[in-house]
């Protein structure tokens, strides 16, 4: 019998498995209200107080998909789309925008916060990203990116990292007791999109710039520590990475074609490049250390 397992960096007791196996049993609650109430009876919450949501669900589809609990069927095929994005005339396509860089002036970042903001960036990205839109897993800051005068170019994301990549980690040189402590220190930027209608050489690379230097604050801010590596996947069939490079984010090897969260290999994706930028120029010390 299981005694102590361990889930998205935390560890679960046989009490603890034995009360979410209680939540389960209840039968009338689906998995966003099974999450809810494990965090609320296990006190697991952000630095903020509120709870640990998107990380608990993960670490108990994790406990699903190794057999040690069972949940229920999720409420859709893709339990990430509960309901479809309608598109509004507020993410129709704009006019042409070619001018050089410096002719657009400042770029600004609109951090997403309230409803209203929210939904349009998961409209943004459902429309003009090929990837769409998915509820970002765990940690996360979302920003729309306007010009100085107020012109849309398009909106970036960042949320939790990979539980395991093997060039990341051999880069870093931790163990898996290291990496478990640590993995909240390093950042996955999840989305990246310039509208489509957006043509302004270099401004991709000034963006990754730009969030480089101000998300560290924000996230320290927001969650109470502060990452020291970011990490991204750019699919090698799409894109060369040019941007990233660009930026000074550094190739560092390939995917397996799994999920950031696929530990069974169940399923297959798309082989893609990894990069890589330091936040910290000690960041393999901090990320590989015993404190």
């Not at 699903?64 to 859709?76: F, M, Q, T, V, Y």
């Not at 093997?166 to 950042?187: C, S």
């Not at 995917?255 to 297959?268: A, F, I, P, S, V």
Request: glycine residues 6%; proline residues 6%; hydrophobic residues 35%.
């Amino acid at each position: 019998m299981i005694s102590v397992v361990k889930a998205r960096g935390r560890t679960f007791s046989a009490e603890d498995l034995e009360l979410i196996r209680s939540l389960i049993r209840q039968g009338n609650l689906n998995r966003q209200r099974i999450s809810q109430e494990v965090c609320r009876a296990l006190n697991w919450r952000k630095p903020d107080g509120g709870l640990k949501d998107m990380s608990c669900r993960v670490a108990l589809l994790r406990l699903h998909r190794d057999g040690i609990i069972e949940l229920p069927p999720p409420l859709s095929k893709d339990n990430n789309r509960l309901r479809p994005i309608q598109f509004t005339p507020a993410s129709d396509p704009g006019e042409p925008i070619t001018v050089p860089l410096h002719h657009l002036g400042s770029i600004r970042f609109i951090r997403v916060s309230g409803s209203k903001q929210s939904r349009f960036w998961n409209e943004l990205i459902e429309r003009y990203h090929y990837l769409g839109y998915t509820r970002l897993p765990g940690a996360q800051i979302r920003y729309l990116i306007y010009t100085d005068s107020g012109v849309l170019l398009g909106a970036i994301g960042f949320s939790s990292p990979a539980w395991a990549l093997r060039p990341r980690d051999e880069l870093v040189g931790w163990t898996k007791e290291q990496r478990l402590k640590h993995l909240n220190l390093v950042v996955n930027n999840s989305r990246f999109l310039l509208l489509p209608w957006v043509h302004v050489k270099n401004l991709a690379s000034k963006i990754l710039s730009l969030t480089a230097k101000r998300l560290p604050q924000e996230w320290q801010a927001t969650y109470g520590h502060t990452p020291v590596l970011l990490e991204t996947f750019v699919d090698k069939e799409r894109y060369r990475g040019t941007c990233y490079k660009a930026a000074n984010w550094s190739y560092v090897g390939e995917t397996q074609g799994r999920g950031k969260w696929d530990r069974l290999n169940e399923y297959k994706l798309p082989v893609k490049s990894i990069y890589l930028y330091p936040l910290h120029k000690n960041f393999r010390q901090i990320l590989a250390g015993s404190d």
